[in-house]
């Protein structure tokens, strides 16, 4: 088990400690491992928060995580422990045999890897990151630290920061950045778990409610073709739902009215999707469907 310099400490000397203390990042960083996972993470299709709005210049999760952990934890003091300290973080680093095809040839290709550590997608739900967020806790005379990011754009740092237990304060001048903060920091913390009725709207669109249902797996797309209208009112009224399927439905609506308001400016566009088709929604991020 690891234990920190500033562990054994009273709350007042700690308090005093992590003001005077070299923080970890003053001695040493994980910067392979931070950047192996870093760049692996540019390919997560699913599930990041890169795909709830672009943000430029959005920086990795695995990234702001090593650099929160190596800021907010003071440095052990001693090179075991802090080697210690850092392969927790980021794991270690190893090399792996890949096949490719180059033309009509196969060869073997060396690519580093981490293994174990807190870094890699996935890996932030590993049960140590219960053991960070102690630490951190720790070394803050058992109160969460404040975080404030004044410049958050798409919210990399905070979310980190709030997932290692620390007491957020997000901020940007931008008022787009502004609302991704909102829906990646503070909506799915206060709505998570809620269900509530779909807009009228959308239960008044065939479309939409064709996708709805067929993600329920309730209607054959038999019934679906025969008279959604009838099907879906009598037979299976919707249920209330999750905060995702409010974000499809209203996402979908401002998809719609988008471009409904924008056609006239890109004619050769809606030449090519007419305005009098379905609106397709996207469904790929949708199991089954
Ligand atoms: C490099 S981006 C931050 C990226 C962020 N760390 C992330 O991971 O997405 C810099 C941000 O600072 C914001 N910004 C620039 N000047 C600002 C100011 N005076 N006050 C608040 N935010 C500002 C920009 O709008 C931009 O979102």
Redesign the pocket.
């Known amino acids: 088990m690891l234990t920190l310099a500033v562990g054994s400490r009273s709350e007042k000397e700690r308090e005093t400690f992590m003001t005077d203390c070299k923080r970890l990042i003053e001695v040493a960083f994980p910067l392979k491992q931070a950047s192996l996972d870093s760049v692996h993470e540019k390919n997560v299709r699913h599930g990041h928060i890169s795909t709830l709005h672009i ?1 430029p ?3 990795p999760l695995a990234a ?1 995580r090593a650099a929160l952990i190596a800021t907010l934890l003071p440095d052990p003091g001693n090179p075991e422990e802090r080697k210690r300290l850092l392969e927790k973080i980021g794991g270690t680093v190893v090399q792996k045999v890949e096949k490719k095809k180059i033309g009509d040839k196969t060869v073997d290709v060396i690519r580093d890897e981490t293994v174990g550590g807190i870094l890699h997608w996935g890996r932030e739900s590993n049960p140590d990151m219960e053991w960070f967020r102690q630490e951190i806790r720790k070394a803050y005379g058992g109160r969460a630290p404040k975080v404030l ?9 905070p979310l980190e920061a709030m997932r290692l237990g620390c007491d957020v304060t997000a ?4 008022p787009v ?1 502004w609302f991704i903060l909102k829906c990646t920091l503070e909506y799915p913390q206060k709505l998570a778990g809620q269900h509530r009725p779909l807009p009228k709207f959308a239960l008044e669109s065939p479309e939409f409610m064709e996708t709805f249902f067929k993600s329920t797996g309730k209607l054959t797309k038999k019934q679906l073709e025969r008279n959604l209208d009838t099907v879906q009112r009598k037979l299976f009224p919707p249920p209330d739902v999750d905060l995702s399927w409010h974000v499809r439905a209203w996402g979908w609506w401002v998809l719609r009215e988008a471009r409904r308001d924008l056609a006239k400016f890109y004619p050769t566009y809606a030449e090519f999707e007419p305005l009098s088709g379905a609106t397709q929604l996207d469904t790929s991020g949708i199991p089954g469907v």
């Open positions: 943000w210049a959005r920086r702001c990011d004044p410049f958050a754009g798409g919210g990399a740092i901020g940007d001048i931008n950045a």
